[in-house]
């Protein structure tokens, strides 16, 4: 099966979907970016579906999912390059992706995680 | 309304909602549908195929163009399975509510998206959901 390559940039990992997914290609990248995660301590990760001229209930929860499963593992992510009728869609379709940090492209959505990372030093500062 | 144009699409596996979304992309284009139109064609396609084959067992596609007594087009897309049927159909048309491991936003989700919305399912015989959405 054809899967959704990952790039590591430093300590930020680098999603760009360019195809239309099936849903069993949706579930192995909510996957495969879990382990990379994992195996890398990535801080953050940047998701581009600037190149999506859909989003159905299926990825908007693969989105979701992979927005609190890396929070769990201690890393951001920011959904970047939405396309506005994507947008429209999406909340009419009932999905609002609470939770879900999102920028309108992939300069300012790594300013965002960036500015997150500072953010999580000063809490775990805070809380000590 | 006569019919101008009609195709349609199998529904067997996960590759076939691709197939279904990017024909409905393509015919969307075809009519002059905006983008947010088609955005909201596809989407809802997307769904009701998803159901068609998973809570359905699959079945197909049947896409059409319309032609209102004003001169609107519209295009119809009929999802049709031979899978168990809709037993509770209150409890279908639920915002949240998934019979599997869904979000449950399907039916309703694409009831919201389409201009007309209609189902027609009972146990054991199946389920046909035919949405239209006017240009």
Known sequence: MERIPILRIGEFLLVTIQVDMHDQMALALQED???????????????????????????????????SVSRILSASTVVVGMQPAVAITLVELGLNLPGVLTALDAERGMALLRKNIGAGVDDAGDAQ | MPATHSSRQELRSEQDVVRARQGVRKLAQEQGFSLVEQTKLVTAASELARNTLIH????????????????????????VDQGPGIADMRLAMTDGWSSG?????????????????????APGQGTCVTIVRWK
């Open chain 2, 101 to 121: 491991t869904g979000l449950g936003l399907g039916l309703t989700g694409s009831k919201r998206l389409a201009s007309e919305f209609n189902i027609q399912s």
């Open chain 1, 33 to 67: 970016l879990t382990e990379r995660i994992d195996k890398t301590g990535a801080k953050g990760v940047l998701l581009d579906i600037s190149a999506l001229d859909m989003v159905d209930s299926f990825i908007g929860r693969m989105i979701s999912n992979i927005s």
């Open chain 2, 56 to 79: 359905g067992g699959g079945g197909h596609m049947e896409m059409e163009v319309l032609t209102a007594a004003d001169g609107h087009c519209g295009i119809q897309l009929s999802f």
